[in-house]
């Protein structure tokens, strides 16, 4: 007997609290913002990836904005789609008309072909005529009236409520973010070489003075070396948590990266909070009767740190720099823990790169739509014909392997997407059943409702578009590095911590070159460097171009 799977139940879309809108959104005016928006217009896949992902699976939680509105992507995407249906609804009325003008008599059929023909072209020209004013009059950057002022046009289908769902998870106004993937600092960007600590706290040495003689000799020190260091005597270690560490860390990191340095040296687009990292799993235990949960909340979270279970959140200090308007993003997380009188230290630095190459082509467009451009327009298109229509005829051949079609075919079947290693998301594979009985069948409904990927990286480009970016990043991924270690230092030294051991530490990330594999420092280091990040274990997340 075959037995069919039931199949999986949605889950219900959370409440929406009461309120009104936000205000304005603090990234919705960044060069980020304007490129991923153009982005909607010139990319279908991206498209129908960012609509899917935020409008569609409303479920599931939106990730962290690094320097870009979500909001704003998500209603020139509709924006974009609206058109494409707009094309579409009018190619079918043109066919539509077309058969009853030829089935009525009232044309010929070559005239009547000839007319489809026509207006199926002229409702592909509209769209593209519009798509590009709109890019060269909203999305482009001018001087005249100010540049881009973040404004969105209006969908139906970006809802007040889903306008503040979104701007709600994306600002992580409640520092709680829901992670679905394998690493919980989803939205950072790529992860670049990490490393961390362990530390023994133990007591500062303590100076031994010996006191002179009458005659001024010292003969409790044969050696005359004076004062010295007792090696047995040390301080008492001043007690902290690591609550204490990590608002001392974050403070001194904002005063002297921003606050307390001059104007010609404060880092602008600098950003530190703490955040708690979890994941999101929603189930639907019907032997309850209550239906599907809800996601935990801060007053819901344990107050153990680091506890070591699938569901704990670890709260982890976010240092985040936006440069290059907010195109270039690095962002270093640092952890504390405390055990067996130990302190641990993790080191986590992620970058966002350059969006999609492609995505500035907005900004080489013409200032303004004349008339000789609206006659190129046409004339591309008409010489485009030909190739389109073939491409539509050979579409059912994409079903087949991509060994077994001619080169010269294959272009155009599969056209190429260039640019971006992580244009689309695809769902995660389902795990399989592999007990006696298929006792799967029988647990508890979930499903994950973390964030995989944001919107902006799925338009991150496969390299640097200009040798300055990826210096940039390294630059400020090693200045957060060592003034880290540095404030680490003056926070020990002011509880009576003995400083050899942090030292030594501090010595080889700072000089530390050979990064090509996963090392472990010798001698008295306990330091341990990982710099092949994207080689981890766990589940991986399928991607295409």
Not at 474 to 497: A, D, G, M, P, W
Not at 512 to 522: F, I, L, M, P
Request: charged share 25%.
């Amino acid at each position: 007997m075959t037995m069919t799977r039931p199949p999986q139940p949605r889950p219900p879309e959370p409440p929406e609290p009461p309120g009104v809108p936000p205000a304005a959104r603090a990234y919705a005016r960044t060069k980020a913002t304007r490129l991923l928006s153009a982005g909607t217009y010139l990319h279908p896949v991206y498209r129908n990836t960012v609509i899917r992902e935020l409008a569609r699976n409303r479920f599931r939680v939106v990730a962290p904005s690094y320097g870009y509105d979500a909001v704003t992507v998500l209603a020139h995407a509709l924006a974009a789609r609206r058109l494409r249906r707009m094309q579409l609804w009018l190619s079918g009325g043109a066919v539509a008309v077309g058969l009853l003008l030829v089935n009525g008599g009232a044309v010929g059929g070559t005239f009547g072909l000839l007319l489809v023909c026509w207006l199926v072209w002229a409702a592909a020209y509209l769209r593209r005529v519009v798509t590009l004013h709109t890019l060269m009059t909203r999305l482009k950057e001018t001087t005249e009236d100010g540049g881009f002022d973040g404004a969105h046009p209006v969908a139906g289908a970006l809802t007040p409520a889903l306008a503040r769902k979104i701007d709600r998870e994306q600002s992580v106004s409640d520092s709680l973010v829901f992670y679905g993937g394998f690493r919980p600092f989803v939205g950072a960007g790529e992860p670049m070489s990490d490393w961390s600590n362990a530390q023994l706290l133990l007591g500062a040495r303590q100076l031994r003075v010996i006191p002179k003689d009458r005659d001024g000799t010292r003969s409790g020190d044969p050696q005359g070396q004076g004062p010295g260091l007792d090696t047995e005597q040390r301080k008492t270690v001043i007690p902290f948590t690591v609550d204490g560490i990590t608002a001392y860390v974050a403070e001194r990191m904002a005063a002297e990266l921003r606050e307390e340095t001059r104007q010609d040296e404060r880092i602008e687009g600098l950003t530190v909070e703490r955040r708690r990292f979890t994941t999101a799993i929603r189930t639907n235990d019907r032997t309850r009767g209550t239906g599907w949960s809800q996601l935990p909340g801060m007053d819901d979270l344990p107050a153990v740190h680091w506890r070591e279970d699938y569901d704990s959140a670890r709260e982890y200090l976010c240092v985040r720099i936006g440069s290059w308007n907010e195109e270039l993003v690095t962002s270093i997380f640092v952890g504390f823990d405390l055990k067996g009188n130990t302190l641990h230290t993790e080191f986590y630095p992620y970058v966002l790169g350059p969006l999609v190459e492609d995505f500035h082509l907005v900004d080489r467009l013409p200032d303004a739509f004349d008339a000789r451009l609206a006659v190129k327009v046409a004339w591309d298109m008409a010489t485009a014909a030909p190739r389109s229509v073939l491409s539509l005829w050979l579409w059912p051949l994409r079903v087949l392997p991509e060994g077994a079609l001619p080169s010269s075919l294959r272009t155009l079947v599969r056209p190429a997407r260039r640019g971006s290693r992580a244009i689309r998301i695809e769902a995660a594979e389902k795990r399989e059943d592999s007990s006696e009985f298929r006792l799967g069948r029988y647990v508890t409904k979930s499903v994950n409702c973390g964030a995989l990927m944001s919107v902006r990286e799925m338009a991150t480009n496969d390299h640097y578009h200009h040798f300055f970016q990826k210096s940039d990043a390294l630059k400020y991924k090693q200045i957060v590095e060592r003034r880290l270690l540095e404030i680490i230092r003056t926070f020990l030294s002011e509880h009576n911590v003995d400083l050899a051991d942090h030292d030594r530490a501090q010595n080889n990330i700072l000089n530390y070159e050979d990064k090509s594999q996963n090392v472990s420092g010798s001698g008295h280091s306990n330091i341990s460097y990982n710099n092949n990040p994207s080689a981890d274990s766990g589940p991986a997340q399928s991607q295409g171009d």
